[in-house]
């Protein structure tokens, strides 16, 4: 009922997975991202500078005519999801969330999280799921080689499989891990090698398409009209790696095509 | 003769390997060190963005009244030097030229490089060792991982070993290796092992001091007042792990004090 597209934004390239997600989960819908590269990486920046960043960034994706936002950006959701939702009227979703709620309605309490540095320094993803469920333990672990693994293409050789050892074999007695960086569903399969069986490994993208399908519907937003979708990618700043990188990180090349400077 | 402070900037930690360098090489001056930890790293960033974010830094350097700057940064340094002495009358130093010029001294024309991908992309080093040394022969390397393995301080343990030899092995028949970024030097051990023993191993920030002293030497501008010396950091963010970085980088905790939000 609403042929607008959905728009996204990330910090850089890591979004793409959700891009991903987001066009197979809803594959009538058209979806406008916005990679802004030109301030890459979120992670080691202030909450102030965060919130300025997100602002202009929702900004845009407005003036692009979008019917609803996700910010596919750990730090950016950690840090600014809630200034933004005072300061616009549009939806927006975090990526945070909508794994807290499936964490809670699954009555998942022993949770694992692995993310940046920036990311786990800024407790968003543990504060959000302690707000959602109580009586949680969260053990969280920093893994600050694993998104320039996943940039290298290294998703599957031994230096990997060391490497995400070093990284998860200190997670204990967890029922569920959380994959809470955008770069880290390239190592799923490695991952799930290291942990027992019964561990549930949770793609953030993924929830975050059911999450906003489920939202196009209940608000009866969905696009109805029959189309080869169209995709489009702004960058802030085109002097980068992204094409190579997001090839990587979606493995499907078609996909980044329709770039632009913004 | 001159008692004002050495001025140096880099887009977040990794130019206090090269602070440390010139305090140990230079132990009478004062060093005033920015950080623009706001706009780290300058990696991704087009040629037009860091030149400006260099402008501002220098101009930050120049209004803390320093003799000198040492722009500690490979990417600035590449992207933006020429641009920079064009605009300054201050003298101005890059992290590359020295380097150039002692190999060049050196008669050495079998060279490998070793940087992060943004340096490796910019053609930084590559073109000033063309410029200096004739029918020299360049082997480049992208090393995306090694940064943030020295962050993590895993500088000595099987998987900095791996990831070492994966990145130097297929550099053939070098006489040098030029450490193209600051945080090389925390693996030049592990380095030397990959290496035959006549591979001269350069670090970057050796040769910058050698080339600040000469310079002051040269043009009188040494400080030759005794006494102990002054070292202010300034970042221009500081809600990053600056310390916790910087402390493993230079490997003694009490260089990381006085660190002010500029």
Redo the contacts between chains.
Sequence with gaps: MDQRAIGMFDS?VGGMTVFKELMSSLPNEDIIYIGD?????YG????E?IIELSKKQIQNLINKNVKMIVIACGTATSQALKEMKHLFSIPIIGIIEPTAIYLKKENIKNIGIIAT?GTI?SRGWEEEIRRKIENSHIQSRAC??LA??A??G?IDN??AK??IH?YVKDLKDIDALVLGCTHYPLFQRLIKQELSEKVKIINTGKMVSNEVKEYLKKNHLENEKAHQPNYKIYLT?????FIQVASRLVQDKTIIKNIEKI
């Design positions: 850089g590269t030109a301030s890459f990486p080691g920046k202030s909450k500078t540095a320094r600050p080689l320039p693994m940039e290298e290294w031994e230096i060391l490497v070093e700043d085109t002097e980068c790696n």
